[in-house]
Structures are given as C-alpha cells and as structure tokens.
C-alpha cells in the first residue's frame, strides 16, 4: 500500500478529529497518496479547541478524552504527544442532589449502582429511592425486546430515583441528553447485552465492575498543552493538504469518482476525487449526501443534536471557605438547575494549577458595568466555527449546525468597560479555574441568553450548591451550537442503515461522533474504519492496515 501512487486523491470534508484522524491513517499506510481536508472554519480541530483565561490556556470544548478506550492514546503516542498524556489530581466527584453536595458512590456503571452500601452511604437517594433498589434481585425478569430507552429498563429494575440522581447527570454529562430517549444499547452496551440474559441489573452491574483490572488506572486522561493541541499537531503529522475557509456546497458522483462543489453560488469551484469521506455531523452529512445516497441522508437527517454552552471562571482562591478536593459535580435535571456539571480545572488536573500559578501578569476587573450598574461579562467576535458549521454551506441553524462563539475581551453594547465593584487584583497562584457546563436536549431557551447572563448564572448557581462567593477575575463562554448527536432509541439500527446505503457506493465513507460513540477514542475508531473502505477501494486486495492491526468495527463508547 505504501507505493500507492500521487494520482490518486482523497478528500475528507471535517478537520475535527475523526476527520484528521482519518487523514492520518490514510497517509499512515499509504504516504504518497494525495489527501485533501476542507474545512469550513478558520481553524481545524472543531470540538477540541484552547483558549486563554487569566492567562492560563484551558480547553474551551472537550477537555479529556476514555484512557480505557486504546485509540485515542494510541493515536496521541503514533504523533510523538504521547509524553505529553497526563492523568487528573484525582478521581473523586460528587453529586447535587436533594440540596446538598453528596460524593458519588464507588461502583457506579453510568450511574447504575453496584454497591449498596456505597450508596447509602452517599446519601444521594431518599430512603424510599433507596430502599426501591435491591427490589431489583427479586422482581421478575424485565422483558428486553429490541432496543429499549435507558429510563425504561433501569427504573424497572432499580425505580425512578436512581435514574432521576444517578443515571440522568451522568448521561447529562455525556450526552447532554435524556434517559427516557437515550438508548440502552447504544449508551450502555454492556448493561444492555447482559440485560437480555441476566435477570438482576444490580448483579449486571457488579460483574461489570468485577472485569475492570484492579491496574486500569484513571478512567480519563488529557495533554499537557490541553486537547486543543492535538488537531493542529494531527494535521502536521498527517502531511495532508488542509484547506481551512473552504465551504463544501454539494457532493455528487461521477464516472471515475467524485466532485465536490466549494465556494459561493457565484465563485463556485470543482474539486475531483477518487475517493471521499464525510467527517462531519449529521445533518451536514445529510445535506451532501441527498443526491447520491438519498437513504443514508434522510436516516442522517434524523439524528437529533442537543447545544450546550462551557463557562469558564477565574476565581481568587479565597472564594471559596476550602479548595475543592475533588475533580468537580454533576447536577441533576429534576433539581431544576441550569448547570449541569461544574468541574473545578485546577483541582484536577495539577497541570493547569502550575500554568495558573506561573502565569504572568495580575489579573483585575476583567469585566464591565452597565449603566444601572448590574454585571456584564467581556465577549468578542466569533473565534471561528467548528467543523459541524464551517465546512459544509447550509448545514443548518444555530440549533443544528454548530459553532463555538467565545468570550472575552470587547465591551458588549450598551456596557460601559470598568472593574465589577469588589474585585480585586489577583496573581496567578490564587487562581482557581471553575468550569460550568450548561445545556441539556430540549432546553434551548437557557442558551438564548447573551454571554453576560450566562457568567451571571454559572456564577450565582456556584454559589448556592458549593458555595462560591465573590467574583471571577475572568472568563470566558463557549458556546457549542448542535454539537451533541443524540443517541436516541434505534440509533445502532439506524447506523446500521445508514453504512448500508453508504457502502453501496464505492470510494465513499463516513466517521465522526454521529455513529459509534461521542469522546474522542470513538471518533478515531471511525476515522480508522473510513480510512480502511478508502484503501480498500484504492487498493483492492492490499494490506489495509497502518499500525499492524486491520482497522474494523469498534465498541460503542460507554461514557467518553
């Protein structure tokens, strides 16, 4: 494979990961073959992307990636980052349930408890919810027919509350989604081909708890410069031809491959390939795929994406009565909050308590005051979209397409720029970097709001469930718009569907976060199986392997 000759040529639409990973493994195993990126934003990396508060560089999207899942490690190690891989502080987290910060129950699988007493002593659960769970060992089996939501089965087995405070935040966390749509199979694999012969989820539960090795290690883990620094090392190591602010409008097959339409109505151009793969969401997939491949469009077209928003906060250190311990907390729905998770950056991940502590510079009033006096977080212009939004023309709105839109620096209208009344100077080494995740399916409305809304929420929600008192030195918000594919009940059936229609079509593949799983391992596992249907048409018969391993299906994630 690797004497496959320059007149060949590749086009992937999408620089996030999946996308440049695939061009990775392409080159990987075939280095003279010609491969094409186009990416529609300014930058690559979409998701994964640093950005700088109070002088520390911080990851404004993704901000660790599954150690348990080998590709994206592997991936990181294959480009020389792999001394660059860190583990966090510490493991622990907690839970805001019913008032009060409980610490999360050792055992937990997604939520779903496996040991009792763990979690009666966490408190997270009234001793009714509580005293509902080891019902579970002697109800009668729960029929498991096809594909099932999440709440369906667990609250049959375990009752509402452990979905309600256990299950709920942690699939929130994940999918920013909702149990009662999320599927079983496709979220919790394990729970859900077990479930079919296992008549106790609590005994499920355990037996997967038993398998992890007492060895594994940290369940995550992320790079020392942040994820942010892996698209832009990716695309260097791939050698492939990245074209960034080039907007693909139309995908179309022709005798010997295929042509892509870029540009504007007006200045359109025509770009030829041999081969194509779409590393992009669904609905831009959906869109180029609609005149070729009309089936796996509209199963595309489907797939439901939630938005979200990060808030990122500076703290002086004596905001709070004691440093926070552990890697941060997750906030149920039905306790009717906004923020959904808050990790607390510089508690786990040491990394970025040394960057704050050197960082250069003192940082005071880094807000503004509007005219009646209330608080106004800085925003500035759009710092590019990701690779959902940008790369393909007409993807969708705001609710669908994607882009990240951050915050700092320019005074908003109608503010006048000027210090927060109690703020005070602050060197780097007592800052304390908050960051608070807002955004579930179905709650759009919250990310209505401007930037400065958004700061004054994460910061007054900070301050009744961990009790965070004063003000920020800076900050930052994020804004992610569709950039959560929803795996909602029949997703694997629909994917299923959807490889079909593609693989009828030769020298055409798809890969990203809309199929096999959301966290950054996943979309390298799709990105290595889009890469290996490439090769194989370019090559038929040949070695379609990079790394000694033939790239083929892989796992659902299960908590990436």
């Known amino acids: 494979m690797s004497g496959m000759g320059m007149d060949k040529h590749v086009v992937i639409v999408g620089a996030g990961i999946a996308g440049l990973a695939a061009a990775w493994f392409l080159r990987s195993a075939a280095p003279r073959l010609r491969v094409t990126v186009l990416e529609g934003a300014s930058r690559v990396g979409g998701k994964l992307h640093a950005s700088e508060v109070a002088g520390v560089l911080i990851d404004a999207g993704a901000e660790s990636m599954l150690a348990r899942r080998p590709e994206g490690k592997e991936l990181v190690a294959a480009i020389g980052l792999g001394d660059q891989l860190v583990d966090p502080g510490t493991m622990r987290s907690s839970i805001f349930s019913r008032g009060e910060l409980r610490p999360m129950p050792a055992g937990q699988v997604m939520g779903v408890p496996s040991d009792l007493a763990a979690l009666a002593r966490s408190g997270i659960l009234s001793p009714g919810g509580l005293a509902r769970v080891p019902m579970d060992q002697v109800l009668p089996p729960t029929l498991v027919n096809g594909d099932i939501s999440v709440a369906e089965y667990i609250k049959a087995r375990m009752g509402d509350e452990v979905v309600d405070r256990l299950v709920e935040p942690l699939l929130g966390g994940v999918y920013a989604g909702r ?201 500035a212009p759009d710092h590019g979209a990701d690779s959902v939004a940008g790369t393909v023309a007409g993807s969708g709105s705001r609710s669908t397409a994607g882009y990240a839109a951050e915050s700092v620096g320019a005074t908003p209208r109608g503010s006048v720029a000027g210090s927060v009344p109690g703020t005070r100077s602050v060197s780097g080494s007592d800052l304390v970097l908050v960051r608070c995740s807002i955004g579930r399916v179905g709650e759009e409305h919250v990310l209505q709001r401007d930037d400065a809304d958004l700061v004054a929420l994460a910061m007054a929600e900070l301050a009744e469930t961990a009790g965070v008192r004063g003000r920020p030195v800076d900050s930052r918000v994020s804004r992610w718009g569709g950039g959560l594919p929803q795996y909602n009940v029949g997703h694997n059936e629909r994917i299923a569907r959807v490889r079909a229609a593609v693989d009828v079509h030769p020298g055409l593949a798809v890969c990203g976060a809309a199929y096999d799983g959301l966290g950054i391992p996943a979309c390298v596992g799709t990105a290595r199986r889009a890469a290996s249907r490439i090769l194989e048409h370019l090559d038929p018969g040949g070695e379609c392997h990079h790394d000694g391993r033939h790239p083929g299906n892989e796992p659902a994630a299960q908590g990436t």
């Open 179 to 379: 149990a009662d749509h999320l599927s079983l199979a496709a979220t919790m694999p394990a729970i859900a081909a077990a479930a079919r012969t296992e008549r106790s989820l609590l005994r499920v539960a355990k037996d997967i708890v038993a398998a992890v090795p007492k060895d594994a290690g940290p369940v995550f883990t992320t790079l020392r410069g942040g994820l942010g620094s892996l698209p832009p090392a990716l695309a260097e190591a791939s050698g492939a031809q990245i074209r960034t602010g080039v907007m693909v409008r139309g995908l179309s097959r022709t005798q010997t491959g295929w042509r892509l339409v870029t540009g504007p109505t007006r200045e359109e151009a025509m770009i030829e390939a041999d081969a194509v793969i779409l590393a992009v969401p669904g609905p831009a997939a959906s869109r180029l795929l609609s005149h070729d491949v009309p089936t796996a469009a509209s199963e595309l077209a489907q797939i439901e994406y939630a938005s979200m928003a990060i808030i990122t906060l500076a703290y002086p250190r004596d905001a709070f009565s004691a440093l926070p311990e552990g890697t941060g907390y997750l906030v149920p729905p039905i306790e009717g909050r906004a923020v959904k998770a808050v990790t607390f950056s510089t508690s786990k991940w040491p990394h970025l308590a040394d960057s704050a502590a050197d960082s250069e510079g003192v940082f005071a009033g880094h807000f503004a005051v509007d005219s009646a006096g209330g608080f106004v977080a800085h925003s």
